[in-house]
């Protein structure tokens, strides 16, 4: 069973902030296996089905992915996009949540 097939019947439950960002909108457009497909032509940017997974769940891909894909995207996506979803999806929710100062994180 493919994973769109799981998705429909309800079995897997997709997490809608990840897909509600710039980046998630257009992996969701362009396809996770698309991607995965696009990318394998040079065999320094191969990824897998996970990975893509991964990077929708916050873990940003290394700097030359990031480029390969907004190449990909045709200008829809730009490295800032790619780099805030993983911002977004890690950042604690809540009114307790600490506020987060990203020029530190950035200088890390």
């Known amino acids: ?15 809608p902030t990840r897909w509600q960002t710039e980046f998630g909108r257009w ?4 396809g996770v296996p ?3 497909k696009a990318l394998a032509r040079d065999p320094d940017l191969r990824v897998t089905n ?4 991964e990077w929708l769940q916050g873990h940003p891909p290394r700097p ?16 800032e996009a790619i780099y805030e979803h993983g911002r977004e999806i890690r950042r604690p929710e809540g009114p307790s949540a600490p506020e987060v100062d990203t020029e530190r994180q950035r200088q890390r």
Do not use: C, N
């Open 1 to 15: 069973m493919f994973q769109h097939e799981a998705l429909t019947k309800g079995r897997y439950k997709r997490v």
């Open 34 to 36: 698309q991607i995965v």
């Open 64 to 79: 030359a992915r990031a480029m390969a894909l907004v190449d990909l995207s045709g200008g829809r996506l730009t490295l």
């Open 50 to 53: 996970q990975a893509v997974y």
């Open 27 to 30: 992996v969701g457009d362009f």
